[in-house]
């Protein structure tokens, strides 16, 4: 096009030229072999026609040219920036990765070739550019789980996303508990074409449940000792006097509701404080636990036996009348007065009363006619079993 213009100033710059050019055109022969221009226009308006003509075309050509121009400016400009958008949505992915702890895995199970996001060779160790070839994954899950490689394997045909929780150790030797969440992207016959994998390192969230669960059970686990110490003698070891008469209470409910009998035998250590006075508190002490053995012993799996103060205890008998429940005391005052020596004291022996449940009882009446069964045995000479009035 330039060129183009150059020639037109040249041609319209030098009138020698442009009238031999005329008169070639005049000489050239009119009729069906050439053409001619009508004789009667004059060589200033053919001169005139021929630069307008010659202008209209260089116009033509320059505006092409600008517009040509500005359209390649302006699909640069768009390249440009839609780079820059790339750039920036690329940029922040990664970041985005990094926030969330997350990478991304692509895989091809036709051809085994794999991507690795920067996020996903952070997760599993891959230290800076470190290359990473064809069949690492697979080597990977076949080093830490075959089970784990037969799951992914079967999940490759399956519609729809599907996810995977495991434990595994990358390529750093750390050990990690990584949650998978993954797509097979179908082709039109119905294959996977690729599968896009979304992997995010599980293994703080994880840890932090651990030491929950840790906590909650080791918190469980106080809460039961302090129930139970707050419930228990702690010098013998049974029931303390409030936890023995909430089971009492407890028991006569169940009692009633079956139309059982059940049983209290109130019973403490003859002459104690005398022990206590002779030998001391330690060596007092020492019998009192004796005597508690010696009673657990003597109980079944359901009866419940109490320390209720000082040297008296309880003992509840449900399932069994007055008759049974005189029996049990006997064997268990035998077994004390033979087997409750210390290193210094001497065996001792205990006084028992017993009362049956009446309709009309609750825990408290119960408790007081045993006791006074207690006091009567006493009063007859200690060392024996005494029934209610």
């Not at 009508?38 to 005139?48: D, K």
């Not at 702690?234 to 009692?255: F, H, K, Q």
Request: glycine share 8%.
């Amino acid at each position: 096009m330039v060129a183009a213009l150059g020639g037109l100033r040249g041609l319209c710059a030098k009138p020698a030229r442009m009238s031999n050019l005329l008169s070639s055109i005049h000489a050239f022969p009119v009729g069906t072999a050439g053409i001619g221009l009508p004789v009667m226009l004059s060589n200033e308006t053919i001169l005139a026609s021929v630069c307008l003509a010659l202008a209209l075309v260089s116009l033509v050509l320059l505006a092409a040219l600008v517009a040509a121009r500005r359209d390649t400016r302006f699909v640069a400009e768009l390249a440009r920036k839609r780079a820059a958008r790339i750039n920036e949505f690329v940029r922040t992915a990664c970041l985005a990765e990094e926030i969330a702890g997350i990478g991304i895995w692509e895989c091809d199970p036709a051809t085994g070739r794999q991507q690795w996001s920067d996020g996903l060779r952070k997760i599993f160790g891959v230290e800076g550019d470190e290359p990473l070839v064809d069949g690492d994954a697979e080597t990977m899950l076949f080093a830490n789980n075959i089970d784990l490689v037969h799951a992914v394997r079967e999940r490759l045909d399956k519609d729809g996303p599907y996810q995977l929780h495991y434990e595994l150790y990358g390529f750093d030797g750390e050990l990690r508990s990584i949650e998978v969440k993954a797509c097979n992207l179908k082709s039109q016959s119905g294959g996977t074409d690729r599968v896009v994998a979304v992997v995010r390192d599980d293994t703080d969230r994880i840890e932090r449940v651990r030491e929950l669960e840790f906590s909650r059970a080791a918190a469980v686990r106080e809460a039961s000792r302090a129930r139970e110490l707050a419930a228990t003698d702690p010098l013998t070891g049974l029931a303390n006097r409030r936890s023995a008469m909430e089971r009492l209470d407890s028991l006569i409910v169940d009692a009633r509701r079956s139309t059982m009998p059940l049983v209290l035998v109130v019973f403490d250590i003859d002459h104690f404080k005398s022990v206590n006075d002779t030998y001391g508190h330690v060596e007092g002490d020492k019998v009192l636990k004796k005597v508690a053995q010696i009673a657990q012993d003597q109980a079944r799996e359901d009866d419940v036996i109490g320390r209720v103060g000082g040297e008296e205890f309880i003992w509840v008998v449900p399932g069994a009348t007055e008759t049974i429940a005189r029996v049990m005391s006997e064997r268990l005052r035998l077994a004390i007065a033979e087997g409750s020596s210390t290193d210094k004291v001497p065996a001792v022996t205990i006084s028992a009363g017993i009362a049956e449940l009446d309709p009309q009882d609750t825990s408290l009446t119960l408790f007081a006619r045993a006791d006074s069964a207690l006091y009567a045995a006493k009063s007859k000479g200690r060392n024996r079993v005494q029934l209610a009035a």
